[in-house]
């Protein structure tokens, strides 16, 4: 009775050690809801690969992971001087690599924990947090006069754009190294193996290190299988009512009731920003469907989405089926098409 992922486990594993393998300084990431498998059930898997360092999203992520997974933890979302990040334990805090955005935060970072690894985060075309150049700059007599501080590196990160950063990078790592900061290590995000390769290559002396989180863990869509339980069969005639707005039958068939709501994240879709004519048309076209009341749903039967009845509910959905399709039955499974970054799942199982 519950939205279920399903496992490959052995396809799922050759996988992660496909990737650990073709990248010795792979940086996992684990944040959110466990890109669906649970940060717990992720920072386990970092440990089996046996990387040293595990990033997480928000210092309110730490305990979640720091139970699992004995290495360094790298807090991606930058230090600020309030809520989680100034209440760590300092068992915890002497494990904990912190992101550094802002010259004064530094500063005062450093005033409460003078000997924190801290990652210097460089302003990218992504424009989201980060120091410009002036001000990484300055970052080096800040850290000259906390002669306990380690700097773990610099932090670059970079848009969605696979294999077009190499003249950005090209641009930045000249400013690191003018810093004159002692460190020789740049934390990426989003670089391909071969802009990987090529800064490799041109700067011998650093250690780039990519934080990779969509790639790793759902790099291979096929080893997961996404399932809900059929948990109720209704018949109806065209014009009978149901659902919670008393909708009535567009024409006869069956209403289905399955488990897998808006608190697991069906039905709750983030803008995806595909500029793209069919993605337009697309977006065009499901808003047609939405007006008229009839809305396709994730869930598909014999290979084919099915319409939701009515909007979802909590924990459970009410699909359409029109007169002539095969009807499953109660306790039956079918198939559903998840963004796993989005999604819930009452039950991981790895088979």
């Known amino acids: 009775m519950s939205l279920t992922l399903t496992i490959d486990g052995d396809r799922w594993r050759d996988h992660l050690r496909s990737v650990a393998v073709a990248e010795p300084d792979l940086v996992p990431v684990a944040k959110g809801n466990g890109y669906g498998f649970t940060l717990g059930r992720l920072a386990r898997k970092a440990a089996w690969l046996g990387v040293d360092t595990l990033a997480v999203g928000t210092y309110e992520e730490l305990p979640e992971v720091a139970g699992r997974y004995d290495g360094s933890l790298l807090v991606l979302t930058p230090w600020r001087p309030f809520g989680a990040a100034v209440e760590l334990e300092p068992a915890l805090a002497r494990r904990v690599i912190h992101t550094v955005s802002r010259v004064e935060d530094l500063t005062d970072l450093l005033g409460r924990q003078p000997d924190a690894r801290v990652v210097l985060e460089r302003s990218t075309s992504m424009l989201r947090h980060g120091m410009t150049a002036r001000e990484l700059w300055s970052t080096a007599e800040i850290v000259r006069a906390h002669r306990r ?102 024409k006869a068939g069956h209403v289905l009731i399955v488990s897998g709501g808006t608190a697991h994240g069906i039905g709750l879709e983030a803008p995806l920003g595909d500029a793209s004519l069919k993605g337009r048309a697309a977006t065009l076209a499901r808003g047609g469907l939405d007006a008229a009341g009839f809305v396709r749903s994730p869930f598909s039967i014999d290979g084919k989405q099915r319409l939701f009845a009515e909007p979802p509910h909590m924990q459970a959905s009410m699909l359409f089926l029109p007169h002539g399709a095969r009807v499953p039955a109660v306790g039956d499974a079918i198939d559903v098409r998840v963004r796993y970054t989005a999604t819930a799942f009452d039950r991981v199982v790895v088979a």
């Open 149 to 250: 501080a380690r700097v773990a590196g610099v932090a670059l990160h970079l848009p969605l754009a696979n294999g077009a950063h190499l003249s950005e990078v090209h641009r930045l790592m000249t400013e690191v190294v003018a810093t004159e900061l002692p460190l020789d290590t740049v934390w990426v995000s989003h670089l391909s193996a071969a802009e990987l390769n090529a800064l490799r290559t041109a700067y011998p002396d650093f250690s780039f290190r990519p934080r990779i989180g969509t790639d790793l863990w759902l790099g291979d869509r096929s080893a997961l299988h996404v399932t809900a339980t059929v948990l109720d069969v209704h018949e109806v005639e065209r014009g009978d009512g149901f659902g919670y707005r008393h909708r009535t039958a567009p």
